[in-house]
């Protein structure tokens, strides 16, 4: 079966910008959580969606929300980019949550000049 | 925040020797998960323990849990060029669907 898709695979925006990121899934599995991962902060956790709902949101700031659609796919919006948004941002899915073990997307790289 | 912190932050071994990691966390919790990365791709769940269990296998791998340390162990077998990785581990609290990694070890055998 297909694993979890992330797009697009690299990005360079500018500050002040906006992006969306896209995650799609594996075909079933109901949750689905956002990473950040940066070499100063390693994997920090944003947030956690379970059949359209958030369950639970990392400690980040406002500018970082995210959704999830009726089909299970998730997107993640950052508006007014800073440079130090620039990190690869991971996806992962899982039937019902983070207990059974998550598979992860190959991740956006984000660059902000 | 790190719920995780991983021991040694680096390990270089020669092909072939057994590779062991550790993992200290701080508060009770529902499981724990070993997880790999290559080169800043995509994790790869390695395998998940249970707090009421001690040891797991899973072909090379072998995962210990002390949970009365709030630490474990992943030991990896016979090692090859290919688990040339950093390992994560991770855990997650009880009634708390936040999965919290550490801080990650990066492993290298050398051929």
């Known amino acids: 079966k297909a694993g979890v898709t992330q797009t697009p695979r690299y990005l360079i925006k500018t500050r002040g910008q906006q992006v969306t990121l896209s995650c799609s899934p594996i075909s079933g599995h109901r949750s689905v959580s956002w990473y950040q991962q940066t070499p100063g902060q390693g994997l920090q956790f944003l947030f956690e969606y379970f059949s359209e709902t958030q369950r639970n949101k990392g400690n980040f700031p406002g500018r970082f929300s995210g959704r999830q659609f009726s089909n299970s796919r998730s997107e993640m919006n950052v508006s007014t980019l800073e440079l130090g948004d620039s990190a690869l941002y991971l996806c992962a899915s899982s039937l019902e949550g983070p207990r059974y073990g998550y598979t992860f997307g190959s991740g956006t790289r984000l660059t902000v000049v | 925040s790190q719920q995780g912190e991983e021991d040694p932050q680096a390990l270089s071994i020669q092909e072939g020797e057994n590779a062991t990691m550790n993992c200290s966390y701080k508060t009770s919790i529902n499981n724990l998960q070993w997880y790999r990365q290559n080169s800043g791709r995509g994790l790869v769940h390695l395998i998940l323990?249970?707090?009421?269990?001690r040891e797991k296998h899973s072909g090379r791998l072998r995962v210990t849990l002390d949970t009365s340390k709030k630490s474990s162990s992943l030991l990896i077998t016979a090692s090859r060029a290919a688990d040339t990785a950093s390992y994560f581990c991770?855990?997650?609290?009880?009634?708390?669907?936040?999965?919290?990694f550490g801080t990650g070890t990066r492993l290298t055998i050398i051929p």
């Open positions: 991770a855990t997650q609290p009880f009634g708390n669907e936040k999965l919290t």
């Open positions: 323990i249970r707090s009421n269990e």
